[in-house]
């Protein structure tokens, strides 16, 4: 049973470019959620999805990001039109489908976005 | 401002030694989580303690949840080199999304 497995790793990318990253939940779960991580933080909360639905993104940009989590396949966070600020690990989690988290969340890898 | 706030934000000890780490939060939560994450590699699950729970132990490590505090502890015991990492307490507050703090990065020198 695979955990959850983000790819790619590393990604590096220009100003302006679009930076796509994926995240295939762990097997059974039906709940994902993304995090982004600045260097010596936390992780900040961005989106939760569901499958074809997004359930909260309170923690997304307004603007240039968009999450989604198709009936088939991995979850794509979406970044267009990249800036240096963008430059972080994003974090992909998943869990059963509870509703909530009250149960442990497992992490993926990571990946880790450079714009240059 | 951070649900959970970590103190200190930097331990460093020597191997042997018991490792303290706290976590103040704002709002009532459902349950408190202890993540470990080693340094540029994704988060590990540590312990869950629920809010109706005061106090946890699994292998060395011991965590304690004070509800009226809005507080939580982490000790681990007889750290370890391999103890060094960085250590995140995360709040489920019924906001479907666990929310975490600054985290302590702790050093266990051998």
């Known amino acids: 049973n695979a955990g959850v497995m983000q790819n790619p790793r590393h990604l590096v990318r220009r100003r302006g470019q679009e930076a796509r990253l994926r995240c295939s939940p762990m097997k059974g779960h039906s709940h994902v959620y993304w995090y982004r991580q600045l260097p010596e933080e936390g992780l900040k909360f961005m989106v939760y999805l569901q499958k074809e639905n997004i359930i909260d993104e309170s923690g997304m940009p307004k603007e240039r990001f968009s999450a989604e989590f198709p009936k088939e396949g991995p979850s794509i966070l979406r970044i267009q039109q990249v800036v240096r600020g963008d430059s972080a690990a994003y974090f992909c989690?998943?869990?059963?489908?509870?509703?909530?988290?009250?149960?442990?969340?497992?992490f993926g890898q990571g990946t880790r976005l450079t714009v240059v | 401002s951070q649900q959970g706030e970590e103190d200190p934000q930097a331990l460093s000890i020597q191997e042997g030694e018991n490792a303290t780490m706290n976590c103040s939060y704002k709002t009532s939560i459902n349950n408190l989580q202890w993540y470990r994450q080693n340094s540029g590699r994704g988060l590990v699950h540590l312990i869950l303690?629920?809010?109706?729970?005061r106090e946890k132990h699994s292998g060395r490590l011991r965590v304690t949840l004070d509800t009226s505090k809005k507080s939580s502890s982490l000790l681990i015991t007889a750290s370890r080199a391999a103890d060094t990492a960085s250590y995140f307490c995360?709040?489920?507050?019924?906001?479907?999304?666990?929310?975490f703090g600054s985290g302590t990065r702790l050093q266990v020198q051998p």
């Open positions: 989690a998943s869990s059963p489908g509870t509703g909530t988290m009250n149960t442990e969340a497992f």
């Open positions: 995360a709040t489920d507050t019924g906001r479907r999304a666990l929310t």
């Open positions: 303690i629920r809010s109706n729970e």
